[in-house]
């Protein structure tokens, strides 16, 4: 029986023709290595070559890269265009070129362009209400490879009229014969990356689409251009630049993809109304996207199903917290709950030691020294028996293998900012938000008083009433200077007896 299967079938299998384009000494390290979860190779003229993997980098060579080995890949690959990358025919490899200041390619990024079906299942449901999708995240973390899955489920699956806009080529691949991967989508190649946003335009007056796909939505005329798009009732699935939802409503260029922002004075009636300043900030607008997804790692997402009322929660001081959704799969590996922390941390045990992962060691040491934590931040890793992460990152694959080789306990922070460090650190430690700071600060004030009387006279003290979670905190206070403090009365007034040293 014939093989019908086109040479290059949506699935992960054409790396060799990656590999073919590269020198040989290259080649065969790479012959040597488990390359399934490959990211790149990276050719820079007068250093060794070197092969990327999630988390890790692996020189191929103890030879630097020559021009030669530049000239070599690069004559076998597509052309340049204008916005430096190139591609191989029929493939959804990219290769990115690096020029002097006279022109001529003097690195080179050979990314791996991979499809993998079934990633597009976290969100079908959504993808099938033929609302406007919008997907975030940080460089190679798996958009396009989404966004050209979603293309083959509209178009194969759902029977609908798909035309993909793919200005580098990445999504339906290089040539003028689309990858499989796509299916029966339609793709129109953009000649110039400053042509996207007409292209885009071309393709609902000339091709009646039912659905536009789009890639890396970057100006303000493509974001006019895809509001145009929506406006004209044709369903649009894109990727703008931007890891989170609240990094593009402060984006001034594509805030208008999720309904943009203007400054508004309110009535002095109305502010109190309110229960705000007179001068607020509000959404300008519907926005143009009613889904954002935000793509934490492959197969793991954050979702915002209502991107207006997501949005306006950002804008009146809240976090959305969108729904955490994700796929089970070989490619994903172990995951860590987005909603869930690890093991509590006993304070009352050990000293926290507290490594900052994608977070401010300064920020970090901040609350620890303003909540007068039993904790301090390490440098190091395998030094830590607490990951503090930004929640963002919360699925990299470097922070679970810190996890797995430390024992460490790992908590995630919703934003790199002190506000929210400090709300994740009075978890942990078990203090209670909601009590006046200035109250906290006094009992913190007299317990530390009370310690220095203790330790000069050797007579018992005891302390005001205080509730259980400031107990708790000068509990610690006492204990750094090792001292014991006995809880006695009944609440409301009970209270901390220091003892000295026997």
Partial sequence: MMDDTPPNTPTTGDLTHLIEVLPDPIRQSLARLFLDDLLEVVMDLGRPPEARFPGRVLDLSPKPVSTADIDQVVGQVGEFGADNRAGIERTLHRISAIRNRKGRIIG??????????????????????????????????GKTTMLREMARVLADELGKRVVVVDTSNEIGGDGDIPHPAIGRARRMQVPHPDQQHAVMIEAVENHMPEVIVIDEIGTEKETVAARTIAERGVQLIGTAHGNTLENLVMNPTLSDLVGGIQTVTLGDEEARFRGTQKTITERKGPPTFDVVVEIVALGNLVVHSNTASAVDDLLRGYIPEGESRRTESETTGKSIPLQEAAARFSPEAETARIYPYALSPDSVSRVIRDLRLNARVVAYPEDANILLALRSRGFDQRLQRMEKETGASVHLVKRNSTAQIRHVLQDIFSLVDGHDPDEIRVAVREAEDAVERVMETGASIELSPQPSPIRRLQHRIIARCHLVAESVGSEPLRHLIIQPRE
């Fill in 108 to 141: 080179l990024t050979l990314r791996v362009g991979r499809a993998v079906p079934g990633t597009v299942d976290p969100i079908r449901d959504l993808v099938e209400t033929e609302k406007n999708i919008l997907l975030l995240g940080r460089p190679g973390v």
